[in-house]
């Protein structure tokens, strides 16, 4: 719940805190307040680009975005004992080191219930028409199972989009992709439009499936989404791929949401082990 209001409320704050740094260095001038305004850019210049640069994975402690806000900082700290920038810009540091070292970290710990070498449990998803299905019927081709949080997650959108583009490759290895996602049918059938590639987008409903999988993610999406038509509940970013007779052959559990396979890996890993 805190995170969920803390990622709100941040990406709230930021836009205003450059708005009011950029206007007090427009009326006075000097490097104080430019500082202030850099460290809050830094900031919301990452979000931007995952929103207009959809990417479907970053590095986990984002370095060059920390000696922009550092710089920023120093700047703002020339003026002492002037503190208003300064206050600006710790609080814009403090903003980013908790979304750096505490809101992207999942705290995932051993999943009992995923194993590579098992089987994978059988759990029930609805397809976008409403038909109720099980995973137990699977058996007999290999799956490539995506778990993404939904159409408001842009680094999940990003990658389904990677997904897509190789999806000729993987189909030609014996692949089904299966796309799974605890949001509302209505935005599950929006996404499904978008591709051409015949991927299996799938409901899981309450997070009925999350929840059997130990990936359920109690109060996982940004407050103020249920305007929009999003539970306050998702599924971890999860990864898993099955061979023919339904046994999990690798995971991906992130404990970073920021931090993904590359879109290689998938092909790279079918080919090593031979699950077709």
């Known amino acids: 719940m805190l995170k969920r209001l803390y990622i709100s409320a941040y990406l709230s704050v930021l836009p205003l805190a450059l708005l009011f740094s950029g206007w007090q260095w427009s009326l006075s001038g000097g490097l104080a307040w430019l500082g202030a305004a850099l460290t809050c850019a830094s900031g919301l210049v990452f979000f ?49 080191a908790g979304y750096v070292f505490w809101y992207s970290w999942l705290g995932r710990g051993d999943n009992a219930h995923l194993v590579v070498g098992r089987a994978l449990p059988a759990f029930s998803l609805r397809t976008v028409d409403g038909s ?7 058996q007999g081709q290999a ?54 590639a015949p991927m299996q987008f799938l409901l899981d409903e309450g997070g009925a499936a999350a929840k059997q999988l130990d990936i359920f993610a109690q109060a996982g999406t940004p407050a103020g989404l249920e305007a929009l038509g999003y539970d306050s509940d998702t599924v971890l970013p999860t990864v898993i791929i099955t061979d023919a007779a339904g046994v999990v052959r690798y995971l991906d559990l992130t404990d970073n949401y920021r931090v993904r396979p590359e879109p290689e890996v998938f092909l790279q890993v079918f080919d090593r082990l031979g699950v077709v």
């Open 48 to 96: 931007l680009r995952l929103f207009l640069q959809p990417t479907a994975r970053t590095s986990a402690l984002l370095p060059g975005y920390w000696l922009a806000i550092g710089a920023g900082v120093v700047l703002s700290a020339l003026a002492l004992p002037v503190w208003p920038p300064l206050l600006v810009s710790v609080g814009a540091l403090l903003g980013w």
């Open 132 to 138: 109720l299905i099980s995973s137990a019927d699977w």
């Open 143 to 196: 799956n490539l199972l995506l778990f993404f949080r939904g159409n408001w997650c842009p680094l999940c959108m990003a990658q389904i989009q990677e997904v897509a583009a190789q999806y000729r490759e993987l189909e030609r290895r014996g692949v089904k992709v299966r796309l799974i996602s605890p949001q509302a049918q209505a935005h599950t059938a929006q996404l499904a439009a978008r591709f051409e």
